[in-house]
């Protein structure tokens, strides 16, 4: 299943989907772009990360895709774990001044 | 290597009260970040401190609300008078110094603040 963005604030899949979460962001200026996860009572967890040089980056499991011309993030989370249930954020940030902007989540729901 | 150490992890106040919220950055970070975060929404940045110096407190209510960030001992994010609106999750972040590689900062398991 695919979000179409932060107007659709749950996402829910089956256990072994692969999941899109996206999110638009505000500043043009931004260089660099996070994607967290938090758990329920929880800080955020920091996911992956991206400069605003590169359009595409892979993690475990994840992957980070930027759209400079569109300023559209996404996560793409392969094969769904229950675990992986939790409400994801995407924040962006400039060089030289760590004061990250959040977006206002996204709530990911894996079923078994 | 502890993570960012905060506490209390809970925190009850009356309208009025004092509220102080500490926040210990993991070992060898001296960036120390505030965000405030309300239930259902994303976290909204408070303010930037270094080693006795605040940075940027741009996100700071202009009343009530102070940081501090001593030479020695725990970032402390002070709330004078609470109110009923100051409810909500508290979080600090640290990052070691910027341009020493990842922009990743670690976030703590926040402050829960509830006025009564």
């Known amino acids: 299943g695919e979000s179409v963005g932060l107007h659709l604030p749950t996402l829910s899949v089956q256990e072994g989907d692969n999941s899109i979460i996206n999110c638009a962001y505000s500043n043009s200026a931004s260089d660099y772009f996070i994607w967290y996860k938090q758990e329920s009572g929880k800080g955020p967890q920091f996911i992956i990360d991206?400069?605003?040089?590169?359009d595409k980056r892979q993690g475990q499991r994840v992957t980070v895709l930027l759209n400079k011309t569109v300023k559209h993030l996404s996560l793409q989370i392969a094969a769904t774990q229950p675990g992986d249930s939790a409400v994801y954020f995407c924040?962006?940030?400039?060089?030289?001044?760590?004061?990250?902007?959040f977006g206002t989540g996204t709530r990911l729901l894996v079923s078994p | 290597n502890a993570g960012v150490m905060q506490n209390p992890r809970h925190l009850v106040r009356r309208r009025g009260q004092e509220a102080r919220l500490r926040c210990s950055p993991m070992?060898?970070?001296?960036?120390v970040y505030w965000y405030r975060q309300l239930p259902e929404e994303g976290l909204k940045f408070m303010v930037y401190?270094?080693?006795?110096?605040?940075?940027?407190e741009s996100g700071m209510p202009k009343e009530r609300f102070s940081a501090e960030f001593p030479k020695e001992g725990p970032s402390i994010l002070r709330i004078q008078q609470v109110v009923r609106g100051d409810s909500a999750a508290y979080f600090c972040?640290?990052?070691?110094?910027f341009g020493q590689g990842s922009t990743e900062a670690f976030f703590g398991q926040g402050t829960r603040l509830t006025v009564v």
């Open positions: 972040a640290s990052s070691p110094t």
């Open positions: 401190l270094q080693k006795e110096n605040i940075i940027d």
């Open positions: 924040a962006e940030g400039y060089t030289g001044f760590q004061k990250l902007v």
């Open positions: 070992k060898g970070h001296s960036h």
């Open positions: 991206i400069r605003s040089n590169m």
